[in-house]
């Protein structure tokens, strides 16, 4: 993947996707102060929807204009959002009088939004201190970028009082680049509050798709790094990511089969429509699809290891992966699935081939995760 990293020693003002050199992290222009639409989407989160608009309330160095779109709550959020509307003009209130979804929601907040920069901020997040200054620098910086992320702090119940802040460099991929680096791995690295997007960028590929449920935010992601470069800061914390029982993520997960299956929608709505035009765009779709049929297989032999081939559907993951990927036996779970259906539900995690087999899949999460911590990347 061609990369070009930045940090704080740098003189010329444009780089290549092929040169890597020190740079400065850059700052927002003395005296700039960009206007940034906030739309925070709400289905009975009244509970936390002040903290979410003032997290962008009181970003520093920009104009936040902060959309409340409330899709027909029962828990009196719309009452909390006017309140919130009445106490400062940068605040608007869209009201549903029937629940239509996080997508129609979220496209009829842009549909709404006036800024030079978009930010869908879900109403049980929140942005950390100066977030929207750090990446608007970056998209200021180089013109060509139409999206920045950074790193998102999850939390489940106190939020982190500790938050990172200062900016030890920053990255920008080539977005076909970017777009190929997804589709060898078939997942999202973005969470979505910690992603900044240029307005430009976003009315040019359109809102969420309304074909998918639970991968829309990634599939937007990829149709922007169809068009344009992605950027991401090193350092900070871009975003608290709030993790809890009640969010909908896990109340409309539907399991692993439901996400799998989404994350197949996504890119085959992205490969119908603007992904269609990238280079060797059937070999990239081709690569999503045999690394989602991998993971499903995967799946299944975790099902073995561990004994729980009565609770989990290893015949459904099967018929995914050939579903998906027509030559899935020719992948490397394949033949590993196939080793545990010769032993047999009660050898399958007999020590040592089920301690080395879960040591090395330990150790290879460790090393993604580490690596997405660093670099934005799985």
């Not at 903290?51 to 309330?57: E, G, K, Y």
């Not at 639970?214 to 169809?226: K, N, Q």
């Not at 344009?228 to 089969?257: C, E, K, L, N, Y």
């Amino acid at each position: 993947m061609s990369v070009y990293t930045g940090r704080r020693r740098w003189r010329a003002p444009r780089l290549t996707c092929q040169t890597q050199m020190p740079v400065p992290v850059p700052e927002l222009a003395l005296g700039r102060r960009p206007g940034v639409s906030v739309i925070i989407t709400c289905y009975n989160y009244g509970r936390f929807l002040p903290d979410a608009v003032n997290s962008a309330l009181s970003q520093e160095r920009v104009e936040p204009e902060i959309i409340v779109v409330d899709d027909a709550s029962t828990d009196g959020s719309a009452d909390v959002a006017e309140r919130l509307a009445r106490s400062d003009p940068r605040v608007t209130v869209i009201r549903h009088h029937r629940n239509t979804g996080q997508v129609e929601a979220f496209n009829d907040g842009l549909a709404a939004a006036s800024g030079e920069f978009i930010v869908r901020l879900d109403a049980d997040d929140l942005l950390t201190p100066g977030s929207l200054a750090r990446s608007i620098a970056l998209l200021d910086f180089f013109p060509h970028v139409g999206l920045v992320y950074g790193h998102p702090l999850h939390f489940t119940t106190e939020m982190p009082s500790r938050v990172r802040t200062k900016v030890c460099g920053w990255t920008v991929w080539s977005g076909e680049d970017w777009v190929a680096e997804r589709c060898r791995r078939a997942d999202c690295c973005i969470t979505s509050p910690e992603a900044v997007i240029r307005g430009s960028v976003m009315r040019s590929v359109g809102g969420l798709s309304s074909t998918l449920r639970h991968t829309m935010d990634m599939e937007l992601w990829l149709r922007i790094g169809v068009i344009s470069d992605i950027g991401r800061v090193h350092g900070p914390d871009q975003a608290f990511h709030r993790d809890h029982p009640a969010s909908w993520s896990v109340t409309d997960g539907g399991g692993q089969m439901v996400i799998l299956e989404e994350r197949r929608s996504a890119f085959d709505v992205l490969f119908a429509g603007l992904g269609s035009q990238m280079r060797q765009a059937a070999e990239l779709h081709r690569g999503a699809r045999s690394a989602l049929a991998d993971e499903a297989l995967a799946t299944a032999c975790r099902a073995y290891d561990r004994g729980r081939t009565g609770s989990v559907d290893v015949q459904g993951y099967i018929d995914f992966a050939l579903d998906t990927f027509p030559e899935a036996r020719q992948l490397p779970h394949w033949r590993a699935l196939q080793r545990r259906q010769r032993l047999g539900v009660r050898l399958a995690p007999i020590p040592p081939f089920f301690t080395a087999t879960v040591i090395r899949r330990r150790l290879r999460w460790e090393i993604s995760y580490r690596r997405w911590q660093r670099t934005g990347l799985w």
